[in-house]
Nanobody, 124 residues
Framework: QVQLVESGGGLVQAGGSLRLSCAAS????????VGWFRQAPGKEREIVAA????????YYAGSVKGRFTISGDNAKNMVYLQMNDLKPEDTAVYYC?????????????????WGQGTQVTVSS
C-alpha cells in the first residue's frame, strides 16, 4: 500500500505560479512511478506529468510542456509539480497517483494509488 497526500493548490491569476507537493508513504520503492493528473468539471481525468521514482524517466502532456516541471526528492518521499505561466484552462482538481511499476503510464487506469486531490483555480 502507498498513501499519497497532495498540498499546494489555491487560487492564482493567469501567468502566475504554484507548486504542488505530493507526500508518499507506505511501500514506496525505486520501482514506482508517480504521476500528476487533473480533472476539470465535466471533463475526463487526464495526465499532466509523471516521473519514475528513480527519476530517470519523466513525461509531460503536450499542454503543459515547457510550463510545468515534475521533480522528486527520494529522501523525503516527495514529488513536486512546479507550475509556471498558469492559464485559466489549467483550472482543475489535481491528483497525485502512484503505480507499482517502473514504467510510466499515461492513463488513470494504470495507477493503483491516488491522493484526495487539491484544487487549482486560475483566474483570467
Amino acid at each position: 500500500q502507498v498513501q499519497l497526500v497532495e498540498s499546494g493548490g489555491g487560487l492564482v491569476q493567469a501567468g502566475g505560479s504554484l507548486r504542488l507537493s505530493c507526500a508518499a508513504s507506505g511501500r514506496t520503492s525505486s520501482s514506482i512511478v508517480v504521476g500528476w493528473f487533473r480533472q476539470a468539471p465535466g471533463k475526463e481525468r487526464e495526465i499532466v506529468a509523471a516521473i519514475s521514482w528513480s527519476r530517470r524517466t519523466t513525461y509531460y502532456a503536450g499542454s503543459v510542456k515547457g510550463r510545468f516541471t515534475i521533480s522528486g526528492d527520494n529522501a523525503k518521499n516527495m514529488v513536486y509539480l512546479q507550475m509556471n505561466d498558469l492559464k485559466p484552462e489549467d483550472t482543475a482538481v489535481y491528483y497525485c497517483a502512484a503505480r507499482g511499476s517502473g514504467i510510466v503510464a499515461t492513463v488513470p487506469g494504470g495507477y493503483d494509488y491516488w491522493g484526495q486531490g487539491t484544487q487549482v483555480t486560475v483566474s483570467s
